[in-house]
């Protein structure tokens, strides 16, 4: 089986708009069973540049193919504590989405107290919080210094029983996830995006980041996603290609350990 776990999509009045019935024929094409969509809040900064993507148009996306697609709500330090709080549990009980996405590079870190509280929801509701980190997104106004999963290191050991996916494996910062995930159970990472970072730098990104953290922590943290239908049939590849996992641990990348942590 294998599952996305790191897709996006942007609502229909954006030039980038891509309807579903391509996402499905990719997915059918490529052999993906379930693709998430993450949610976006990139609080103020996306309110002025109106990209940020709210859980009711994850939630129609998903909501004609709920055995294709996953949802994911998304928080921003900037808004009130409350609101966010009551709107995650609403996305969570009443629109079925399975977990948070937070995007530091829109002007936090992500060990920012403020957002305590949406980890201890997280942990309540036994769901897991996706970062991004690494890479920002070339986007105008976010900044790359929020990406660096060092800071990661006080959300895992202040939120132990929460499930920490730091995405993109944090890269170039390989070895900061690698330490922030080493001595804990509940710390992931995907691998989403590396191979179009691939292209944009000139260098081996894919490979060597692979190696390092299925080397370090064991394939059973890793997990496959895309980041967008264009890197999903490259990342495939990589993986499938790797001569220095076991097929048992392919299996668990690509799909085994997101079934496990969507609980799907
Ligand atoms: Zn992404």
Redo the contacts with the bound molecule.
Sequence with gaps: MIIDS?N?IVGKNSPYYIPQEEYLKMMDDLGVEKTVI?GKDYGKLGDRLQSNLPDEEVADFIRTHPDRFVGFTAAHPDRAEKETLERIERAVNDLGLKGIKINPHAGFYPNDTRLYPVYEKATELGIPVMF?TGIKAPVEGTRVKYCQPIYLDDVAVDFPDMIIII?HAGYPWVEETILVGLYTGNVYADI??LTQIEGVMGFEVMMPTLRKLTSSWGAHRVLFGS?GIFNTEDTIKAVKSADFLSESDKGKILGENARKLLKI
């Design positions: 790191h996006h993450l991004h995405a989403s995006t980041d």
